[in-house]
C-alpha cells in the first residue's frame, strides 16, 4: 500500500435529491463510515458530492476496505487514489510512482482531468495537456491515444489536493440504506428471497428479517442456514435483525382441519399476518417477498390475491417480473448463491400438497380457513418469537 493511498466514493442517485441531499449525503457518509470499520481506522467525510476514505493507520486493510466500499449501496463508483499537492510537478511525480505497474502493462493512455476547485489557474484541458506531456516523456513506450487508451489516468484537483488515480469500478448504486423507509422482509432458505431483500436495500430500505422455523420438520441446520445468508446479506446492508417464529403449530392444525389443495395458501396467509405483526412492532410500514408471478402454485396471480387479502400493509415483490436464470444470476452476484443451493428443507416444503389449487377463489380459501381459530393461532405464534443480531 502507498502511504497515503484513499479512496474516492462517487455519489449516485443522491445528487438529484434536491432539498433532501444534505440528508441522503449524511446518510451515506455514515453508512460508509460503519462499514468500513471492521477494515480499519479511517476518516470518512464528504465534498462537493464526493466521499473521502482516508486510512488513519498503516494497519487499514486497504483490499478489504475496497470490496467492502463497492457494497455501499449510494455509491456509483469507487477509486483508489493517491492525494498530492496541486502543482503539476507534484501531480507527475505522483502519477508516475502511483500508476508505474499500470504504465508497465499499457500501450497508450490519456490524462483526463477535473476541477472541483474552480479557481484553478489552468482549465482542465490545459492541466490534461500538461500532465499528459510530461508522463509521456517519462513513459516513451506508452504512447498518447485520447480515443482509445489502455489506461486513462485520472487527475482531479480538489480542495485541499489533487488526486491522481486510474479508472474507478463501478459501486452498489441504489441509495442509501434508511432513505428507504423500514420494511419486513421474509427470508427463507431459498434462492429468491435474499435476492428480493437486496433489491429493497438497494433501493434504500431498512430491512428486518423474519423466518418462519417449523421444528421438528425443519432443522437447526436450516435455521442456521438462513441467519448464514443474513450475515452474507450484512456485507451490503450492515447489521440485520433476524425473527425467528414458531410454525409448527399453524401448519399442523391447517393439516388437521382444512382441505388439503389449500395448504400452502392458507399457510403464506398466516406469514403475512405473522410478518405483518413483527413489522407494527418494529415500526417498519411495508413487507417484502422473494415470489416471482408463475413460479409456483402460490404464486399465481390468484393464488397471490388470496395472500394480498390479509395484508394490511404493502406486499414489496420485486422479483414479481423476474425470470428464475436472472434470480439465480443475480444471487451468485451478491454472493448468497451457494449457501440457498445448501440442501435443508424450508417449513413450505414440508407439508406440500400433492394437487395444490392454482386458480384459488377467495371465498373458498377464507371459508377453507374459517376452520381455525386464526388469532388464537397467531397470537401463540408470536409468543415463541426470537430475533438475533446479525452482524457483518
Ligand atoms: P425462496 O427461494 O425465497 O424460498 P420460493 O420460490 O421457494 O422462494 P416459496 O417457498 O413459495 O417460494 O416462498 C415464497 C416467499 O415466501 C419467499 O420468497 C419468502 O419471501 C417467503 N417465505 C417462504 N418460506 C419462508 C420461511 N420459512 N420464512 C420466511 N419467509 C418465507
Ligand atoms: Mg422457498
Known amino acids: 500500500?502507498?502511504?497515503?493511498?484513499?479512496?474516492?466514493?462517487?455519489l449516485g442517485e443522491v445528487v438529484l435529491k434536491g432539498q433532501n441531499r444534505r440528508s441522503f449525503e449524511d446518510r451515506l457518509v455514515a453508512n460508509a463510515a460503519r462499514r468500513l470499520k471492521p477494515c480499519g481506522s479511517f476518516q470518512v467525510y464528504i465534498r462537493q458530492s464526493?466521499?473521502?476514505?482516508?486510512?488513519v493507520?498503516?494497519?487499514?486493510?486497504?483490499?478489504?476496505?475496497?470490496?467492502?466500499?463497492?457494497?455501499?449501496?449510494?455509491?456509483?463508483?469507487?477509486?483508489?487514489?493517491?492525494?498530492?499537492?496541486k502543482s503539476i510537478e507534484a501531480i507527475v511525480e505522483t502519477a508516475r510512482d502511483?500508476?508505474?505497474?499500470?504504465?508497465?502493462?499499457?500501450?497508450?493512455?490519456?490524462?483526463?482531468?477535473?476541477r472541483a476547485d474552480k479557481n484553478y489557474p489552468m482549465n482542465s484541458i490545459?492541466?490534461?495537456?500538461?500532465v499528459g506531456g510530461e508522463l509521456a516523456e517519462a513513459f516513451p513506450h506508452v504512447k498518447v491515444d485520447v480515443h482509445s487508451p489502455d489506461l486513462t489516468v485520472h487527475v482531479e484537483i480538489r480542495e485541499k489536493h489533487a488526486y491522481v488515480h486510474a479508472p474507478a469500478v463501478p459501486g452498489a448504486g441504489g441509495l442509501p440504506v434508511g432513505m428507504g423507509g423500514h420494511a419486513v422482509s421474509l427470508l427463507s432458505g431459498g434462492l429468491d428471497s435474499p435476492v428480493s431483500s437486496w433489491m429493497m436495500a438497494r433501493r434504500g430500505v431498512e430491512l428486518e428479517m423474519v423466518h418462519f422455523v417449523s421444528p421438528p420438520y425443519t432443522s437447526q441446520q436450516a435455521q442456521d442456514k438462513v441467519l448464514e445468508l443474513a450475515r452474507l446479506l450484512t456485507a451490503w446492508c450492515g447489521r440485520l435483525r433476524v425473527h425467528i417464529v414458531p410454525f409448527t403449530e399453524i401448519q399442523e392444525e391447517i393439516r388437521k382441519n382444512c382441505p388439503e389443495e389449500y395448504f400452502t395458501l392458507i399457510m403464506r396467509r398466516f406469514m403475512m399476518r405473522l410478518a405483518q405483526a413483527v413489522?407494527?412492532?418494529a415500526g417498519a410500514r411495508a413487507l417484502v417477498t422473494g415470489e416471482s408471478l408463475g413460479q409456483v402454485a402460490s404464486q399465481t396471480m390468484m393464488a397471490l390475491a388470496a395472500t394480498d387479502d390479509v395484508a394490511e400493509m404493502p406486499v414489496l415483490r420485486p422479483l414479481i417480473g423476474m425470470d428464475k436464470v436472472e434470480i439465480i444470476r443475480m444471487s451468485r452476484e451478491i454472493g448468497t448463491y451457494d449457501t440457498s443451493i445448501l440442501p435443508y428443507e424450508d417449513c413450505c416444503t414440508v407439508f406440500t400438497p400433492r394437487h395444490p389449487a392454482t386458480r384459488p377463489k377467495l371465498e373458498d380459501v377464507r371459508a377453507a380457513e374459517a376452520r381455525l381459530d386464526v388469532e388464537a393461532l397467531v397470537a401463540k405464534s408470536l409468543e415463541g418469537e426470537e430475533w438475533v443480531w446479525v452482524k457483518p
Open 50 to 55: 464526493t466521499i473521502y476514505a482516508e486510512p
Open 1 to 10: 500500500m502507498r502511504q497515503n493511498e484513499m479512496f474516492l466514493l462517487k
Open 279 to 281: 413489522a407494527r412492532r
Open 98 to 114: 502511483y500508476l508505474a505497474d499500470a504504465f508497465a502493462s499499457a500501450r497508450s493512455f490519456k490524462v483526463e482531468s477535473k
Open 126 to 130: 490545459q492541466l490534461s495537456q500538461a
Open 57 to 85: 493507520t498503516e494497519t487499514c486493510d486497504m483490499e478489504a476496505a475496497y470490496a467492502a466500499a463497492r457494497q455501499v449501496f449510494g455509491v456509483v463508483s469507487v477509486a483508489r487514489a493517491a492525494p498530492c499537492e
